[in-house]
């Protein structure tokens, strides 16, 4: 600038005075910024939860006591059930007096069998029974046709607004019968299965524990009904499984009968076929076997005996043969040695030799003694030979006798033998026919058995199950639990209430704390602007309350601004915002209002001329402004710029912009204003437009020292402000930090956070001593 360049506010020069585009030397860009880049907020653990459901904690609170009181509301409503129960044991063992089991199974129960009886509890047919006897068609708590309309069936129901014509085709489509039913006096009537089919939803039959026990509860709104319904289908099932066991026992004594008859016929028949067989071919019996099977025998022990006495004739024979062929004598055959003659003989012959010895020492041979002695001995000799010839000759008589004996005895084994082939081909069928016979008498004789055993048996047979314990009448209701409900209503409430509260909380997505700006976007919070209420606008508050939470915010913006830059405290800056509506207009013109009071030479300059707030904030004139001074060299700045007697401040309107002067925001002209007018003021400040809906904030960042971005609280969306900061830093605009505007304290306290505004100004009672 020329070193004539008049001071402010004595003189404003023209636009005249500032020097050429040529002349101008333009600043040294700052230097590059780092891209901003979100970062990711650490995981919220149980206190961050805490303190958010702390946060909601009247909605939660609401919720709890509206829905306990509603949940109480409804439970004391809801008419009251008794329930009753009976026990019946499965599986009782019926008296054995006689085998029967094959009749009637009685067999131990088991965890099927057992759920199986439960099932036949709620079967139809024993509630139909159960409905018969206590007469619950004429009871109105279980025919629906005998209850009274409720007040919301009176006045609320659809059927009373349709048209006749509507009525009687819909009740002819409820009356229609369904394909493929059975006959109605085959079936029971829709009456009737609507009164079953509400009786079986106040029956309950379930397993108690592992045993073999069936527990059968029954509800009612009255308590002797309710034990009267479980005793009396307990009692009915009792019967009915005796009366399936009588029909049983009933079909298998006549199907006994019939078939015993059956079967005497067979063997009536079966044994006349045997006995024709036998007679027709001859087959005769003698202890249980035909004769000719006992002949047969009889000639093979005979042909055994003959073929072994054979055998052994023929041995001795030829061991004779063989000790005389061999030399031996036939002194030595075994025969010769066992007979007794002969060893007597042999004796006579050892004694006679004996004394023939004895005479020989004293005698010659021809002493008449000797001479007889040695007749004595040939003699015996004699008789030894003839008595073994004899033998040797009997062995060869047995052994012929032997042989003829065999023979005779083979040959009618045989003959016998080819007569027994004829006989077995015979018994063959005689076996067949026996066969049949004895199958048939040993069906008859079980048949007859079991006829015997069965009869008279329905006299004792007994259901296999008993009733351990009878129901009685209940002395407490034991539906609805009205406690429960009520409980179950605050903790459903004070659920619901933390979801809505979670819910909101996630749902939320703006900025209510310092820490998230700082987590989200890398920047720091210079101040948190509380919102003000009344009639009194915020930048008179400035002036009116200059130590207020309000105006010690606004100091924090501009002590911030001022350490944000060490070298020296910038002079010209700029304030933008993401949106509109965020409170930046207002923040300039306060911030303006407190600096000059405060004897700080400030000038504003309204650059958003498409949406301009500090003409209407001062009420000065908007017709003549910045648009006129940057696009029209003979405009006097004085005659611009508007100056508050209030507080000092120097204001610039935008003036009336058309689309076509949009451009000389970024021009050159617009950095040699600024640098005309830096030298004159302490602080010049930028109102801009929001960085979202214009491009003119991201010139001006680049002609500004810093920028302050200002983020409405509780407002602004999160991805809006990353956005925003994003573009402003790309265009290489150095932000000084974040600034949340229009901070409500009761809101932010519910943050867990104490309320910085109040907490220092809040006033102090003075004690004397």
């Known amino acids: ?14 636009l005249r005075a500032v020097p050429s585009t040529e002349r101008f030397v333009a600043a040294p860009a700052p230097a590059p910024v780092p891209i901003l880049r979100p970062q990711v907020a650490p995981d919220e653990g149980l206190l961050e939860t805490m303190r958010k459901l702390w946060r909601h904690r009247r909605m939660i609170a609401a919720c709890t006591v509206i829905l306990g009181g509603v949940a109480a509301v409804v439970a004391w409503s809801l008419p009251a059930y008794y329930v009753a129960e009976a026990r019946v044991q499965v599986g009782v063992q019926s008296p054995r007096v006689f085998n029967a089991e094959a009749i009637i199974t009685d067999t131990n129960p088991d965890a099927e069998r057992v759920q199986n009886e439960g099932f036949v509890l709620q079967s139809r047919t024993l509630a139909k029974e159960v409905i018969d006897k206590l007469h619950l068609a004429s009871d109105p708590n279980f025919n629906p046709e005998l209850q009274k309309p409720s007040f919301w069936a009176r006045n609320f129901s659809l059927s009373a607004w349709l048209p006749e014509g509507a009525k009687n085709w819909l009740s002819g489509l409820h009356s229609k019968p369904a394909p493929g039913a059975p006959p109605p006096d085959q079936a029971l009537s829709k009456r009737d299965n609507r009164l079953i089919d509400i009786l079986l939803s106040h029956v309950d039959v379930s397993l108690l524990g592992r045993s073999y026990v ?38 298998v004594d006549k199907f006994l009968m019939n078939r015993i008859n059956e079967l005497r016929e067979q063997v009536r028949k079966s044994d006349q076929a045997v006995e024709d067989y036998r007679r027709t071919h001859g087959l005769y019996k003698s202890s249980g076997s035909n004769v000719t099977a006992q002949q047969l025998t009889e000639l093979n022990s005979q042909l055994i005996a003959a073929q072994t006495a054979k055998a052994e004739a023929d041995s001795r024979l030829a061991e004779a043969q063989a000790a005389s062929k061999g030399g031996l004598g036939n002194e030595s055959v075994p025969d010769v040695l066992k007979s007794p003659l002969i060893q007597s003989l042999k004796q006579q012959e050892a004694d006679a030799e004996r004394r023939m010895a004895e005479m020989s020492a004293m005698y010659g041979p021809r002493y008449p003694a000797m001479i007889n002695s040695r007749a004595e001995v040939a003699n015996a000799r004699a008789k030894i030979a003839a008595e073994i010839a004899k033998t040797v000759d009997g062995l060869a008589r047995e052994a012929r006798t032997a042989d003829a004996r065999y023979e005779a005895v083979r040959q009618d084994f045989e003959r016998l033998k080819n007569k027994m082939g004829t006989v077995n081909a015979a018994s063959i069928q005689l076996d067949a026919l026996e066969r049949d016979a004895t199958v048939n008498r040993n069906l008859l004789e079980a048949m007859l058995n079991r006829a015997k055993q069965s009869n008279g048996a329905d006299a004792i047979l ?68 509380p919102q003000l209420s009344g009639r009194v606008p915020p930048a008179m508050q400035v002036l009116r309350h200059p130590t207020s939470p309000y105006s010690e915010a606004l100091r ?27 409170g930046k207009s207002v923040m300039v013109a306060s911030l303006g209002r407190l600096l000059a009071s405060n004897g700080r030479r400030i000038l504003l300059i309204d650059c958003d001329w498409r949406s301009p707030r500090l003409h209407q904030i001062f009420r000065c004139s908007n017709r003549d402004g910045l648009a006129s001074l940057l696009g029209d060299k003979s405009v006097v700045l004085d005659d611009l710029i508007h100056h508050d007697a209030l507080s000092g401040v120097d204001v610039l309107p935008s003036g009336n ?47 500004v020292e810093k920028a302050v971005f200002v983020v409405r609280w509780g407002h602004t969306r999160q991805d809006a402000v990353v956005e925003a900061l994003k573009q402003i830093i790309d265009a290489q605009g150095d932000v000084a930090g974040v600034v949340l505007s229009r901070v409500v304290s009761k809101e932010y306290r519910r943050y867990g956070h104490r309320d910085p505004f109040y907490e220092y100004s809040r006033p102090i009672k003075a004690t004397y001593g």
């Open 556 to 582: 924090r913006v501009q002590i911030g601004v001022e350490l944000s830059q060490a070298a020296s405290s910038p002079r010209t800056m700029l304030f933008s915002s993401a949106t509109p509506a965020e």
């Open 214 to 251: 069936l527990s059968v509860k029954a509800d009612s709104q009255d308590p002797n009904m309710a034990a009267a319904i479980a005793n009396t289908l307990a009692k009915t099932y009792l019967d009915y499984q005796r009366a399936e066991k009588v029909a049983t026992m009933d079909k």
């Open 657 to 703: 912009w058309s689309p076509a002067q949009a451009h000389l925001l970024s021009s050159d002209r617009m950095r040699q204003l600024l640098d005309a007018l830096t030298p004159h003021y302490d602080f010049v400040i930028l109102d801009t437009a929001p960085a979202l809906v214009t491009a003119d904030v991201l010139a001006l960042s680049r002609l």
């Open 462 to 529: 007994q259901a296999d199950a008993k009733l351990v314990s009878p129901a009685a009448p209940p002395e407490a209701p034991a539906f609805p639990p009205k406690a429960l409900i009520a409980f179950l209503g605050l903790v459903g409430g004070f659920l619901i209430g933390s979801a809505i509260a979670l819910l909101r909380e996630s749902g939320d997505h703006t900025f209510r704390r310092a820490d998230q700006v700082e987590a989200l976007t890398g920047l720091p919070v210079l101040a948190m602007v």
């Open 1 to 14: 600038m020329p070193d004539d360049y008049p001071r402010l506010p004595q003189r404003r020069p023209s």
